[in-house]
């Protein structure tokens, strides 16, 4: 598993930044987050997970290095996208999770201000 260290990333409703008076605190949700991924990537049916920074950069992967800035490039921009066009249907709705399936896997996308969460699983069946 590996681990990129930048200054800050949001992780589902958890925002860390990096600061000498929050290291408690920090240390504290970095823990509930690391658990969370954890317990998705337990799953067998998980292939593994990206958390990627705004701009697309893998601060987290469970995949080499440069598979995870390439998986996580792209979808953010299909995430920049999907996002745009959800708002263009109605400016009060907002993406939560982008789903996508193929015959072999799907991709789990969940945009945060911060940051993306993805998971690729297998199809099974």
């Not at 509930?32 to 292939?47: G, K, P, W």
């Not at 697309?56 to 066009?85: C, D, Q, W």
Request: charged content about 25%; glycine content about 6%.
């Amino acid at each position: 598993m590996r681990h990129f260290r930048r200054g800050h990333f949001r992780v589902r409703h958890f925002c860390f930044h990096w600061q000498l008076e929050d290291a408690g605190i920090v240390t504290n949700k970095m823990a509930e987050v690391e658990e969370s991924l954890q317990r998705v990537e337990a799953n067998r049916t998980v292939i593994g997970t990206i958390v990627a920074n705004k701009e697309g950069i893998p601060v987290r992967s469970t995949f080499e290095n440069s598979k995870a800035a390439k998986y996580a490039g792209l979808l953010r921009h299909l995430t920049i996208m999907a996002t745009s066009t959800v708002r263009d249907i109605d400016p009060q709705n907002n993406l939560t999770v982008l789903r996508i399936g193929t015959k072999n896997q799907e991709i789990m996308i969940a945009p945060e201000n911060d940051c993306l969460v993805i998971v690729l699983q297998r199809c099974d069946g």
